[in-house]
Every structure is written in structure tokens, then in C-alpha cells.
């Protein structure tokens, strides 16, 4: 019945829409040109702005040969504005009458004195290309307020997001999104659910920094991607909403609110995402090769397991912003997010093993059911003191914390057995972090020189109580495995130090600065009486070098060391054995990997509106996946081994309202 009713709503919510009369159609259309040279302006800013609003209501990018066209409802007058970097912006205004207006050639003056800083009100390009990285202007974008986050990051170049919203950043997953410049713990699960239901009106811009500078922690090899939300709150209250559903992933949806009385604003994003029942199957063969000690033989056995599963889960999110001007030079803001994922699977699993005639060696049938809720929240203060001799000085005092506990239980029922002795097993880990982030951050801009410095400290707590229990056939209970049972608790402080120095005078910049990081970590694993205590220090020096070229073009040249530490989920020795031919576990002793990267890049988003760069990353004790065979079980571990060197060609070609196009090459080699 509420089907049937929902059914009747909204059919009759589409006859009133489709009643209605269809608007006159508008198009405008014309071509820019250089006042100079004659010759055709691409990948200029066009908007169609309404004169009496003030809205933009459309907008785009000319091609390469100047042209542009623009569709909007008729009726209206309007004022077409255009913008490119190194032009003045011209401003036309078009009466919506008739159903296309040739505007002709426009005729774009080159800037003779450019001033170092411009703000435009009215029309912004929306990307520009940094000394250390990409900006993405989120609120320049004429489609921000019908789209969402996860939709702007389509059109940033160097990101890509697949089919099944995963996103990376120049091809490689191994990054960290920052909100604000800061972890949070509404992406650390599923950051491209979270951003499906956050509108893209309360993002500001979208930052891509391939070269960190020494200011970012060292973690995240392949770069940072940085949303910063939208600060700027009008007066009053506003507010909105969105719904979605998609056919594979199920519904979903959030809710926007600003607020805004005097010196206090307070923003807040909630939204929920339900992902309904996934079905999958998988088959597997892997033949073995072993040597019989005594007669030398080989030995081979093929083992083939087919399995099928389930999945399903839910998530629900909500994020908070209280700032209070206390006056121009005094800010604080406060922060306070939280989220919490449920997921639930099945997977049923039959193994069967053959020795070389094809004989049944070994056999059996599992089921297998797992529970999964990870909760995350975290809250933060920020001071900020501005200085009267120059309001570009600041000086910031953070903190923040944030507490993430994960549980997990999966219960393994195996039937139908042939040779094969293990028992059904149940398996719990209640795992969890807690860490707290105190910061210092100092900026004295001078003529041409910026100068910045600040100290940090990160305090991470990491707990994991994990148990294996058999079932014992006789009594009908489960009892406790001790060898497969442990409390571990981990401590990793880490302390930084930071100094930086950027340099600007005509089109050349630099930005050069090291950061130094002593890490601190001691292990306790309480049911065997062990313990681990270790330190160690990394100097990260980071150079980037920009040379700005004619209609917005320019060369960037990086170079940075980043770190990947060992978390618990590398470093934690519980055993799982979800599949008993396939067991995997962490490794406490594991170091970390310091890896060096070097980047060449040229984009050009003026008029040749592509990116391609060239980048090259070498380690030599990456934290790698060890795989070995025993007695027909495969075992798997990480450990710290080999080499790994990286040479990659990333392009991306972008048009406004269109996803970017990412082509790569790439020689991997690994030496062991």
C-alpha cells in the first residue's frame, strides 16, 4: 500500500511537471579572438550570467579554434561574460528574444601590467596550476549546485574515478584525502560514499598536491588530495537536500544546513548510504609443485575451490563546523564529525585437491558469515590570530582527536569433510585506534618570500584483542584457541618539525623546505608476554620549482621523500584463517618504507587545456605481501624486502563539463 501511494505521489507530481509548457529555447553562440594577434583564444571562461539575479546559469569553455555555444531558457536578458588568465574580461549583454544570438567575433585584450594578486567577482578560471600542486575551483564550477563532491572529482585532472567509484590519484590508490587540511574520519572507511551524498555548493575548491611540501606529514606516497569546504557563511540560514539511487549500490542521501547570527556560523553535513545485497562468485585453480624428500620426485596437486557470497551494509555520517570571529584578527573554529559503518556477508566455499592422476586427495565444504561496524569520531579546535602590520601573518594553534573502533566477527561452519581434520571455528578481533593531534603553524609573508613553520605532534593508541575458537564435536561447544589468541596493544608517537620557504618574482616560483620526524613506537602483546620497543628518525627534504609560461601554461618540477608506516592492520599477528588453504597475517617487526620521488610536469589549461607530466619513485624496503607454501597451506605475511623503482607517464586531457580522459604507461619492477 505506501508503494502504491508513493507510485500515485509521484505520478502526479509528473503530470503537473509535464503540463506545464516547455521553455523557449536559447542559444548563444560567437568566437574569441587575441585583439593582437588575431588568432583564437581556447579554453576561455564563458558564462551566461542573469541580469537581474546575478546567477550564472550556464557556462563552458571555447575550443581550440575560439568557438563556444551556449543553450539556456529564452525570454530573459543576460550578460555574457568572458575571462581568460593574461586578457582583460569583457562583459556583453545578450536579450533573450530570439531563439539564437550570434554574438560574432569577440575580441580579447592582452593584460599589459599584471598585478601579482587579481580577485574576479564575477568569473574565475576554474583550474590553476600551483608551484606544488592543482587547484580545482570548486565554486567557479556553473554546476556546483546540482552536483556532488564526487562528481567535481571527476572533472579534476589527474584524478579518476571508475565505474565502481573508486578513486586515484595519477593511476595509484596509495594517498590521503585531508578535509581541510587535516585526517578525518568521515573518509578514512569509504570516502566515495560520503562523497555521493555531500553537495558540491559546500566545497570551495579541490586541491591535487603531487609534491607535499614539508608543512604535510610524510605519510601518503603518491600525494595528497585536500578538500577545502566552503568557509564564506551569509547572514541567516539556508539549507538543502538530495536523494539518489543507484541500480548497484542501492539509495542514499544527505542534508546540507548553514547557519549564520552575527559572529558565530555553524555548518553541518548528514548523510546515509544503505548498499543492498551484492552477489558474487569466483573460481579458483592453483596447481603445486613440490619434491618428494627421498625419492626427488616431483609432486603435483592441483587444488580447485569455487565459492560464492553476499555482501551488504549501511553507513551513516554527519560532520560540524562552529566558527566564532571574535574579532578580525581572532578566529576560533571547532569541529566535530562522526560516522559509523555496518556490513554484514556470507560466503559459501567448496575445495577439492587432486593428486596428478586426478585422484581425490582432499575435500570439504565451508560457510562462512561475517559481521563488520567500524565507528569513527572525531572533534578539533582551531585558533587563529592574525597580526594588524599585515593580516596575511597568521599564527595557528590546533587540536584535535579522533577515536576509530572496528569489530569484527566471522563464524565458519565446514561440512561434507574428506581428509581433512579442521574443525568449524569461530573468529572475533575488536580492534581500534585513538589519536590526538596537537599542532603549531606560523606564516610571515615578505615582499616575495613566504615563510612558514610550525611544529606537530601525532599520538596514536592501536588495540586489537583477537580470539580463535574451535567447536568441539563432543561437547558441542566452542572452546578458545591460546596459540591463535592475543591482546595487542601498539603506541606510535610521531614528533615534526617544519620549515619552508617559497620565493615568487615575475613568472618563476619556488618552494623549497624539510621536515624532520622522530618516531616513536613500543608493541605489547599481552597473552605472550612480549614486547616490542622501537624509534627512529627521517629527514624529509621537498623542492618544487614553477616556471610560468604564455596563456596559462607552465612547466613544475618536484621533488619530495614520503613515508609508508606500518599500521596495525600490517603489524597485527592475528591469524586469519577465513580460508584454511589460504591463511594471512600481519608482522610486528616490519619497518618503515622511505621512498623517493621525482616529477616533471607540463599543463595548460588556457588554451591547450591538458596535463602530462612524467614522475619516477624508487624504495629499497617496501612493505610487501610474502607468499609461501607448507603442506598444501598457503601462507601470507608483509615483510620488508626488495626494491621497488617506478617510472610512470600520466596524461590528462579536461573539458569543463566532461570526465577526464587518463591515459598511462608505466614500468614497474620489484627486486627481491
Known amino acids: ?82 575571462a581568460s588568465v593574461g586578457y582583460s574580461n569583457k562583459v556583453i549583454n545578450v536579450t533573450g528574444a530570439d531563439e539564437e544570438v550570434n554574438v560574432g567575433n569577440i575580441v580579447l585584450s592582452p593584460v599589459k601590467n599584471q598585478l601579482k594578486e587579481v580577485s574576479i567577482t564575477a568569473l574565475r578560471p576554474v583550474v590553476k596550476q600551483e608551484i606544488d600542486r592543482l587547484t580545482y575551483d570548486v565554486q567557479a564550477d556553473p554546476e556546483t549546485k546540482t552536483q556532488n563532491v564526487l562528481d567535481m572529482l571527476r572533472k579534476v585532472p ?3 574515478v571508475d565505474a565502481s567509484d573508486n578513486i586515484q590519484l595519477k593511476g595509484e590508490s596509495n594517498y590521503k584525502i585531508l578535509i581541510n587540511g587535516k585526517p578525518s574520519s568521515l573518509v578514512a572507511h569509504n570516502p566515495s560514499d560520503v562523497f555521493k551524498s555531500m553537495p558540491a555548493s559546500s566545497i570551495q575548491k579541490i586541491e591535487v598536491i603531487t609534491t607535499p611540501p614539508a608543512k604535510y606529514d610524510a605519510e601518503g606516497l603518491a600525494g595528497i588530495i585536500n578538500i577545502i569546504t566552503n568557509k564564506k557563511i551569509d547572514q541567516g540560514y539556508n539549507g538543502s537536500f538530495n536523494l539518489r539511487y543507484n541500480t548497484l549500490y542501492g539509495p542514499g542521501g544527505g542534508i546540507n ?94 575445495s577439492n585437491e587432486f593428486d596428478d592422476l586426478g585422484t581425490l586427495i582432499q575435500s570439504y565444504r565451508i560457510n562462512n558469515a561475517s559481521k563488520n561496524k567500524n565507528t569513527g569520531i572525531d572533534f578539533g579546535v582551531n585558533y587563529q590570530l592574525g597580526f594588524k602590520s599585515n593580516k596575511q601573518r597568521l599564527l595557528t594553534l590546533s587540536y584535535k582527536y579522533a577515536n576509530s573502533p572496528s569489530d569484527n566477527t566471522t563464524s565458519n561452519n565446514i561440512f561434507d569433510r574428506f581428509n581433512y581434520g579442521q574443525p568449524s571455528y569461530m573468529q572475533f578481533n575488536n580492534s581500534g585506534t585513538r589519536e590526538q593531534d596537537i599542532q603549531a603553524d606560523y606564516v610571515h609573508p615578505l615582499k ?97 620549482l614553477q616556471r610560468k609560461l604564455k596563456n596559462n601554461a607552465s612547466v613544475n618540477f618536484g621533488f619530495t621523500n614520503r613515508i609508508q608506516r606500518p599500521y596495525i592492520g600490517d603489524l597485527n599477528p592475528f591469524v586469519d584463517k577465513t580460508n584454511p588453504r589460504f591463511i594471512s597475517s600481519g ?33 629499497n624496503n617496501t612493505i610487501q605481501r610474502v607468499t609461501k607454501l607448507v603442506d598444501t597451506v598457503t601462507y601470507s605475511t608483509p615483510q620488508n624486502l626488495g626494491t621497488n623503482k617506478n617510472l610512470g607517464i600520466n596524461g590528462s586531457f579536461k573539458r569543463l563539463f566532461q570526465q577526464p580522459v587518463v591515459q598511462q604507461q608505466r614500468d614497474n619492477r620489484q627486486y627481491v
Open 587 to 619: 608482522n610486528p617487526n616490519l619497518q618503515p618504507a622511505l621512498n623517493h620521488s621525482l616529477e616533471l610536469n607540463y599543463s595548460k589549461f588556457s588554451k591547450g587545456g591538458f596535463n602530462i607530466g612524467m614522475s619516477y619513485f624508487f624504495s
Open 158 to 160: 589527474l584524478l579518476t
Open 257 to 350: 544546513l548553514n547557519i549564520k547570527q552575527g559572529k558565530l556560523g555553524i555548518t553541518n553535513y548528514t548523510g546515509y548510504g544503505y548498499q543492498k545485497k551484492r552477489y558474487s562468485s569466483s573460481t579458483s585453480d592453483l596447481t603445486s609443485y613440490l619434491v618428494d624428500p627421498v625419492t626427488k620426485k616431483p609432486d603435483t596437486t592441483l587444488l580447485r575451490q569455487k565459492s560464492s557470497s553476499v555482501n551488504s551494509g549501511r553507513s551513516i555520517y554527519t560532520s560540524t563546523e562552529i566558527s566564532y570571529e571574535i574579532d578580525s584578527l581572532n578566529l576560533i573554529t571547532g569541529s566535530i564529525d562522526f560516522n559509523n559503518w555496518h556490513s554484514s556477508g556470507e560466503n559459501n566455499q567448496f
Open 448 to 544: 616575495n618570500l613566504t615563510i612558514e613553520g610550525g611544529l606537530k605532534a601525532i599520538l596514536r593508541h592501536n588495540t586489537s584483542d583477537f580470539e580463535n575458537s574451535n567447536f568441539n564435536d563432543t561437547t558441542q561447544t566452542y572452546a578458545v584457541d591460546t596459540k591463535s589468541a592475543n591482546n595487542f596493544i601498539y603506541n606510535q608517537n610521531v614528533y615534526g618539525f617544519y620549515n619552508t620557504y617559497q620565493y615568487n618574482k615575475d613568472n618563476w616560483g619556488v618552494k623549497a623546505g624539510v621536515r624532520i620526524e622522530g618516531t616513536y613506537l613500543n608493541a605489547n602483546f599481552l597473552s605472550q608476554g612480549s614486547y616490542l620497543d622501537r624509534n627512529y628518525y627521517n629527514f624529509i627534504p621537498s623542492v618544487s
Open 1 to 82: 500500500m505506501k508503494h502504491f501511494l508513493l507510485m500515485a505521489v509521484c505520478c502526479y507530481f509528473s503530470a503537473i511537471v509535464f503540463a506545464q509548457p516547455a521553455p523557449k529555447p536559447l542559444t548563444v553562440k560567437g568566437t574569441v579572438i587575441d585583439s593582437a594577434t588575431k588568432a583564437p583564444v581556447g579554453y576561455a571562461t564563458v558564462s551566461l550570467i542573469d541580469a537581474v539575479t546575478k546567477q550564472s546559469v550556464r557556462g563552458g569553455l571555447t575550443k581550440d579554434d575560439g568557438t563556444f555555444e551556449l543553450k539556456t531558457a529564452a525570454g530573459k536578458t543576460y550578460q555574457l561574460t568572458l
